[in-house]
């Protein structure tokens, strides 16, 4: 394995993790990214840089970005962006994968790309839900611009410095992981 294979994979995990906290804005920095030379897609993904998919993957991020500062629907929109986060995560590590067998290639995206923005959209479900019981959705708008502001650093991050990205999404990871056992409910 290359550093260039290496460093693509790093740059789909931190984007991977980015869509765990949004789903689209990520992609629109890849998509950014690419479509100014930053960084060149697999040349099946190259169209995720082109105009179509800059004005849909912005137009998404604006009504998602909106739609979760709404007390509530955030929390429906937490249960139909886990499996899309998924999705969305497992593409991330496909399109910037390279110097991979397509088999490795979609396996190390399903497990490493996928699971990674799914346990982490997880997370965040559970941190917004917790926040519509406690505070009855006032404290959502915050939780919403904090999952928003990290998606933003993680992703920018994760283009222009992937190794520094794979640190950041390991102690995410990390914290995700703690979360999850202290509410986890204890065997006697």
């Known amino acids: 394995m290359t550093t260039e294979t290496i460093i693509s994979i790093f740059l789909g995990i931190g984007l991977a993790a980015s869509v765990g906290f949004r ?85 190390i995206a399903l497990i490493a790309g996928g699971g990674t923005a799914a346990a982490i959209k997880g997370a965040s ?17 915050i939780v919403s611009t904090i999952e928003t502001v990290v998606s933003v650093i993680l992703s920018v991050v994760s283009i222009f410095l992937p190794i520094l990205a794979i640190v950041l999404v390991i102690l995410i990871l990390v914290m995700v992981f703690r979360f999850y056992r202290k509410i986890r409910p204890r065997g006697k």
């Open 23 to 107: 789903i689209f804005l990520p992609l629109l920095i890849l998509s950014l990214a690419s479509h100014f030379g930053m960084w060149e897609l697999n040349e099946s993904w190259q169209w995720v840089g082109g105009l179509p998919a800059l004005i849909i993957l912005g137009v998404a991020v604006i009504v998602e970005i909106f739609a979760y500062y709404i007390p509530w629907v955030d929390n429906l929109l937490d249960s139909i962006a886990l499996p899309l986060a998924g999705i969305a995560g497992t593409l991330a590590v496909v399109s910037t994968a390279s110097g991979l067998d397509p088999a490795m290639t979609w396996a």
């Open 125 to 141: 479900a559970a941190t917004r839900l917790t926040s519509s019981v406690s505070t009855a959705g006032f404290g959502n708008p």
